[in-house]
């Protein structure tokens, strides 16, 4: 089988956009992911899927982390942290509990690290939630290769 028809076909599944930030000797890391879900409510859990390729791997093992929820204006934040820097910095940080995060992100997920497993080329983190935080808004989605919108706000029953 084919790995970038593969990668095509998860596409097709509409993801949000986060920025995984945390905190090491040098300062804050973060990085643009998609791969990331809730997993547990009793503990609270959540998981990011990290490239073993990528330098945030070393920066998440056996650290905290928060995962920030990007809202539809936020395309920009993303980019700069997918490895395509601004110009300008497109976002300011603000203090969380446990490191620095985006500010004015749509949501903000706190967590320690709980344990973490061998994903193949990827390495499956899992954090356990410490502090949350959300607000009104619309999500920036991920869909196709591209980024995108929600376009209605009604739900069909």
Known sequence: MDTREFRNCAGQFATGVTIITSETETGTHGFTANSFTSVSLDPMLILVSVDRK??????????????????????????????????NQPFEWENGMLGKRIKEALAYIECEPWKSYDGGDHVLFLGEVKSFEYHPGQPLLYYGGQFSKIHSNHILS
């Open 54 to 87: 990528t330098r945030a791997l070393s920066v998440l093992e056996n650290n905290r982390f928060i995962v920030n929820i990007l809202k539809e204006d936020q395309q920009d934040i993303a980019m700069h942290f997918a490895g395509r820097p601004q110009k």
